[in-house]
């Protein structure tokens, strides 16, 4: 008997040039969650990498207060613990993918902002910040600043879990997170190798069986978001 209910993504929408101030922008949209992303670039690195020839990539992340369904404060004066956690995720994920050496001494800042939370907030940010990446790398090097293209290879991300049945559902919305015995976040290029796994069982343990499954499950629903980000990126 199968152990996975849905093996398909909720509906993925990438909406390119959606800020003219931006090297790359896009709206991520996930089902019902929409995250507004920018890249932007900036001339220097921080001061520990001055000098020594190489880019640098990070990532900020937030969640407007309207996005959630009781409305959550603004971080002003000090990020919470999961917030820090969620951005140092979007930074490495998206600097494994990028030669950083060819970038020069210039910083590539991305910026996501949750607008509607219906679950896989960080998932859909990272899958959106690769669209958002290739675009600001492709206006550098239309202005003659970048010579040859730092992206190594396309990368997305997607949430996965197992409900109370021990059945696996893909690309999890608020109610399904909430409710499953087990959550994972699944980072992957698009050569099928793996930058980050996050699983942890909230509840019931899951079973060695069911790691395979929700695996190979990610490993085939990624396909679509390599999909739908190379179709964004096509018409931008």
Sequence with gaps: ???????????????????????????????????????????????????????????????????????????????????QEIQRLIGRSLRSIVDLDKLGERTLMIDCDVLVADG????????????????????????????????KEAMAALSLGINPEGKILTDLNYEEDSSC?????????????????????????FEREQLNALLDCATQALKTVFVAQQKALANA
Excluded: C
């Design 1 to 83: 008997m199968s152990l996975i209910l849905r093996s398909t993504p909720r509906e993925i929408r990438f909406t390119t040039g959606i800020n003219p101030y931006a090297a790359g922008s896009v709206i991520a949209e996930f089902g019902n969650t929409k995250v507004h992303i920018t890249a932007a670039v900036e001339e220097g690195v921080p001061p520990w990498m001055k000098g020594k020839g190489t880019g640098w990539l990070t990532a900020e992340y937030s969640m407007l207060p309207g996005a959630t369904h009781s409305r959550n404060q603004r971080e002003r004066s000090k990020i919470s613990g999961r917030t």
């Design 120 to 151: 896989g907030t960080r998932t859909t940010s990272i899958s959106g910040s690769y669209v958002a990446l290739v675009l600001a790398i492709k206006s550098l090097q239309a202005k003659g600043l970048l010579k040859e293209n730092p992206i």
């Design 181 to 205: 015995s087990t959550d994972m976040n699944i980072v992957m290029t698009e050569k099928g190798r793996f930058i980050e796994i996050q699983g942890t069982a909230e509840g019931e343990p």
